[in-house]
T-cell receptor, first 115, second 113 residues
Framework: GAVVSQHPSRVICKSGTSVKIECRSL??????MFWYRQFPKQSLMLMAT?????????EQGVEKDKFLINHASLTLSTLTVTSAHPEDSSFYIC???????????FGEGSRLTVL | DQQVKQNSPSLSVQEGRISILNCDYT??????FLWYKKYPAEGPTFLIS?????DKNEDGRFTVFLNKSAKHLSLHIVPSQPGDSAVYFC????????????FGQGTELSVKP
């Protein structure tokens, strides 16, 4: 079946640094990818919709200058958390849309810890 | 505005018995409903889905029921196994929303041996 891979799975960084998380669709092309964030014991919150070759669409309340999303190719979307702070510590998950079936496939998630 | 709600944050069931996880929604325009299972520190994995034109879908031990008039769906796991212990999310989307999934808050299922 279709596979979506995220890298890195875990990252620890100092406050003020920027962190990039990659989301790759390994065996299919995804014109649309989604980025989610999950706080402990809470639901997956959609942060933004990433469309290949165009600007991402951010959900209300998500800072686009804080969470930079780039979808430069049909198999790769990146999320960059700029000037990370401890409150950005969270579990970030991407998903990729298989357009011809409408199925969504999720990455394994990336746990960010900001010290 | 929470369009998809799972009002039970946790559920504990004995091994071999039935687990019933519930989900309510408010948007009558949703076309599909899905259940995902999530272990700690992992991404969610797809479990089962149901189209809004159906009222039941079964896959092995998992059955999803949809009651459109009540805007309610449920996931039944029979028989429950300790390996089923995880957080279960229901999710919904409409075709005109480009695959954007709206998730419930999740229910943590614990199946005790």
């Amino acid at each position: 079946g279709a596979v979506v891979s995220q890298h890195p799975s875990r990252v620890i960084c100092k406050s003020g640094t920027s962190v990039k998380i990659e989301c790759r669709s390994l065996d299919f092309q995804a014109t649309t990818m989604f980025w989610y964030r999950q706080f402990p014991k809470q639901s997956l919150m959609l942060m933004a919709t990433s469309n290949e070759g165009s600007k991402a669409t951010y959900e209300q309340g998500v800072e686009k200058d804080k969470f930079l999303i780039n979808h430069a190719s049909l198999t790769l979307s990146t999320l960059t958390v700029t000037s990370a702070h401890p409150e950005d510590s969270s579990f970030y998950i991407c998903s990729a849309l298989l357009a011809n079936t409408g199925e969504l496939f999720f990455g394994e998630g990336s746990r960010l810890t900001v010290l | 505005d929470q369009q998809v709600k799972q009002n039970s944050p946790s559920l504990s069931v004995q091994e071999g018995r039935i687990s019933i996880l519930n989900c309510d929604y408010t948007n009558s325009m949703f076309d599909y409903f899905l259940w995902y299972k999530k272990y700690p520190a992992e991404g969610p994995t797809f479990l089962i889905s149901i189209s809004s034109i159906k009222d039941k879908n079964e896959d092995g031990r998992f059955t999803v029921f949809l009651n459109k008039s009540a805007k309610h769906l449920s996931l039944h796991i029979v028989p429950s196994q300790p390996g089923d212990s995880a957080v279960y999310f229901c999710a919904a989307f409409g075709k005109n929303q480009g695959g954007k999934l709206i998730f419930g808050q999740g229910t943590e299922l614990s199946v005790k041996p």
